[in-house]
């Protein structure tokens, strides 16, 4: 996305819609990306490549509301 990240978008997007749920996925490995500064360690995120039954079960947890990140509580 020409100059926003996801992150900043999520921010954006958690200021509209306090409850939105957000699922970050990255080509980044799942223990990288928190340690760099560019998620909470709580937030939700996939980490690319995944197959689609684990996109699935990772959807339904965060819209399930029992994983944490922007627009939930923890």
């Known amino acids: 996305m020409p100059?926003?990240?996801?992150?900043?978008?999520?921010?954006?997007?958690?200021?509209?819609?306090?409850n939105i749920k957000c699922l970050f996925m990255s080509g980044f490995a799942a223990d990288?990306?928190?340690?760099v500064g560019i998620l909470d360690a709580d937030m939700n995120f996939l980490s690319k490549p995944f197959q689609?039954?684990?996109?699935?079960?990772?959807?339904?947890e965060v819209l399930g509301g029992r994983a944490a990140g922007i627009g939930t509580d923890p």
């Open 3 to 18: 100059g926003m990240s996801g992150y900043d978008l999520a921010i954006r997007l958690a200021e509209l819609r306090p």
């Open 52 to 60: 689609r039954d684990v996109l699935a079960r990772k959807v339904r």
């Open 32 to 35: 990288f990306v928190p340690h």
